[in-house]
């Protein structure tokens, strides 16, 4: 759990996940985002708590990459990182996008399906990375 692959993929993936966050959320998506807003106000911190978000950025890299330490069985690579990448977007994009629209006024039916797209290109890098990592640093 505590491996040096381990390691060093949590702090990769953290750093993506905070950067690349930004990036596709932050930056890219905003813009598309804007006009697929439910009814509900006040939502979005501005600007955001930044402990708080790279706090959950460490912890969900360190999930990640220690899943994908069991879920690769010894197989590490990038296409196998990035196989579970995807997989957990479609989980966390598509599927709680989904139940969110079902149950809140957060997105629209397009926003939550480019939110779900997005989420998944997201959890395809961490993926890719975290794989990369552990392929170059396991023994």
């Given amino acids: 759990m505590f491996s040096k692959a381990n390691i060093i993929s949590t702090i990769v993936a953290t750093i993506w996940g905070f950067a690349g966050g930004y990036l ?4 890219l998506a905003d813009p ?3 006009d697929h807003m439910g009814s509900a106000t ?3 911190k501005d ?3 930044f402990l708080h978000l790279l706090l959950g950025c ?3 890299a360190f999930a990640f990459a220690t899943i994908y330490s069991k879920w690769a ?6 296409g196998n990182g990035l196989n579970l990448g995807v997989w957990v977007g479609v989980i966390m994009g598509l599927g709680t996008g989904l ?3 079902a149950t809140s006024n957060m997105l629209d039916l397009t926003g939550t399906l480019i939110n779900g ?3 998944i290109v997201f959890f395809a890098v961490m993926g890719l990375l975290v794989g990369l990592v552990y392929n170059k640093t396991s023994s």
């Fill in 24 to 27: 596709l959320w932050g930056i």
């Fill in 32 to 34: 598309m985002l804007q």
């Fill in 42 to 44: 006040g939502l979005m």
């Fill in 47 to 49: 600007p955001p708590d």
């Fill in 58 to 60: 460490l912890i969900q």
């Fill in 73 to 78: 069985n010894g197989t590490f690579s990038a």
């Fill in 99 to 101: 139940i969110n629209f």
């Fill in 117 to 119: 797209v997005i989420y």
